[in-house]
């Protein structure tokens, strides 16, 4: 529609208004408001008639962002807030940022000055995951931290942002999360608070700055920072970064470095907390606290997140306080396409959640999309792993052993034992393949540069009846372990040879063709003090106990032997894994 203005016979403006319908002429400028208002409307309804038949697929709350995608984005608030996935649906795709944290006081009455250090940047994560169809989910966005301010003292940033008690130190940022009726299935942590540095300039080193550490996706976040102040000619001194969580631990609180004989106010930050379970309990970040003599402290709050990072540490006479520590995020075991970042989003939290509305490739039952291949359910027989439909694992009924060993039915307990030997970090690994051919079904894990084991504590395999078990371990609700796999001692293989030998000095060594009962076909057992000794663990065939995969991690891994008289146990934990779906396992750590 175009307008176009000329003198009238009356004098007056005369206003033509004309459209694909002809042209209409106003004299009146009331009338020709009145005219504009009316068309104005009119045009109005005829958008939202147009943008609801566009987005009719979409569930109340969700956007048509084309493609056959619905989206849902979502700001802060300050509260849950909720929306229903239609029955249809399966599976979502996930963005999920948590917040910044706030920046600490720049000093402006001291005339040295301090320098304010920046709160950390709050982490992602993205994933694609399954979910109930008609699921309802809650959401909750992160706040950003308050800065450092005169007074009074700030907050935390809402979805559990740690709190700086004094005015100066910067306050954590809030993580955000997704929740569903079983708890998390995907969160991001806030940034930690930036800590306060009194005196740079007048103690000869220029500016320098304590700033919170990132928070991240489902992945370790960044430390808080804590610079050196002063020094007794022995060691630099700080106040504390606080630590950094990981999506299975909080972060520690910052714990101050001074010489012995310092007298004055000094206290730790506190250690973050978690798991988040729902909607309002939070991986909370650590608060900081006052010291003894000036009731004021310097220090960064924690990051929130599905667990949170530790708060600063303060030392009130130097008017030093260290960074908070980034919280952490989580994603479902059974998720895929996953990506953790750290330290990408400034300001508050955001969440956007898609599904699929599209034509499915026949191979799915339901599919999450962006493409018609990218499954969330599947046919009957079917599976869902990385995205794909994978043949369910079959089982194959095989002939029993030709030798039948009785085995204790007590090594393997319902959870991992406490107290056992652990491998030095980043030294173990394990691998487990779920085949399509039974027979090549596989398990192997290693541990190495292990805690001082002494050769006796393996109880001489080759001349002992000690049961040595595998034990496997993961957090879902399946029961447990879920899996167990034997080796005896005295055991006989091929042609009546024996399966174990030993070593020289060194230690055992367990090689069977044929398989244990659980298919066990080799084992190598090191002694040695610390940082030398291993133990490596290999069993394939059908009679694998293999459960199904795609494991809830962490995974715990344990080798428990036990002669009746006593155990001895060995022990690996793996937090993340580089492939985790229904056909392998594989993850390196602890």
Not at 53 to 78: E, K, P, R, Y
Request: proline share 6%.
């Amino acid at each position: 529609m175009r307008s176009i203005r000329f003198p009238s016979d009356t004098g007056r403006t005369r206003m033509i208004f004309e459209n694909r319908s002809g042209a209409v002429a106003l004299e009146h400028p009331r009338e020709a408001m009145s005219w504009i208002t009316a068309a104005l409307a009119a045009a109005a309804i005829i958008a939202a008639s147009a943008h609801a038949v566009h987005a009719a697929g979409c569930a109340a709350g969700f956007q048509d962002a084309g493609g056959s995608i619905c989206t849902a984005t979502f700001g802060l608030t300050g509260a849950p807030q909720t929306v229903t996935l239609p029955g249809s649906v399966h599976g979502i795709i996930a963005t999920v940022s948590g917040a910044e944290g706030g920046t600490s006081l720049e000093e402006q009455v001291d005339p040295f000055g301090g320098a304010a250090s920046s709160g950390g940047k709050g982490g992602r994560q993205s994933a694609t995951i399954p979910v109930a169809g008609g699921a309802m989910l809650t959401v909750v966005v992160g706040e950003m931290g308050t800065g450092g301010v005169l007074a009074p003292p700030g907050f935390g940033g809402y979805g559990g942002g740690g709190h700086a008690t004094s005015r100066y130190g910067g306050n954590g940022g809030g993580g955000s999360y997704v929740f569903d009726a079983n708890g998390p299935i995907i969160a991001a942590g806030g940034g930690g608070g930036g800590g306060y540095d009194y005196s740079p300039v007048v103690m000869g080193r220029g500016d320098q700055h304590n700033p919170g550490g990132d928070g991240s996706g489902a992945s370790a976040a960044a430390d808080g920072t804590a610079v050196p102040f002063c020094c007794d000619n022995t060691a630099p001194y700080t106040a504390g970064g606080g630590g950094g969580a990981t999506p299975i631990a909080g972060g520690a609180g910052g714990h101050p470095s001074l010489p012995p004989s310092y007298i004055f106010g000094q206290v730790d930050g506190d250690y973050g907390s978690g798991p988040a379970a729902n909607e309002f309990s939070f991986g909370n970040g650590g608060s900081t606290h006052n010291g003894c003599c000036y009731y004021t402290g310097w220090a960064g709050g924690g990051g929130g997140g599905y667990y949170g990072g530790g708060g600063g540490g303060n030392i009130e006479a130097q008017f030093e306080g260290g960074g908070g520590g980034g919280g952490a995020g989580f994603v479902l075991a059974t998720a895929w396409a996953t990506s953790a970042l750290t330290g990408v989003q400034l300001g508050d939290g955001d969440v956007t959640i898609s599904y699929y509305i599209g034509t499915c490739n026949a191979a799915c039952a339901s599919c999450t999309g962006p493409m018609a291949t990218d499954c969330s359910s599947c046919p009957a027989g079917l599976v869902v792993s990385g995205g794909a439909c994978v043949p369910a694992t079959t089982t194959t009924t095989l002939p029993p052993p030709t030798t039948t060993t009785t085995l204790s039915p007590s090594l393997c307990d319902a959870v991992p034992r406490t107290g056992c030997r652990l491998p030095a970090t980043g030294s173990s690994s394990i691998k487990v393949k779920n085949d399509p051919n039974d027979s090549k079904d596989t398990l192997i894990w290693k541990w190495s540069h292990g805690d001082t084991t002494l050769l006796d504590a393996f109880m001489n395999p080759p001349a002992s009846t000690a049961t040595y078990r595998t034990c496997v371990y993961d957090t879902s609700g399946r029961p447990q372990p879920l899996m167990q796999m034997d080796a005896t001692g005295s055991e006989m293989c091929d042609k009546g040879k024996p399966c174990w030998k030993t070593i020289s000095d060194k230690g055992f060594a367990y090689k069977n063709g044929a398989g244990s009962v659980d298919s066990v076909t080799g084992a190598k057992l090191l002694a040695g003090s610390q940082g030398t000794p291993s133990v490596r663990i290999k069993a394939r065939g059908a009679r694998v106990p293999m459960p199904g995969l795609g494991m809830s991690l962490p995974l715990t891994v344990q080798l428990v032997i036990s002669d009746g008289l006593g155990t001895e146990c060995w022990q690996a934990t793996f937090t993340t894994a580089t492939r985790n779906d229904a056909t392998r396992v594989c993850a390196n750590g602890p």
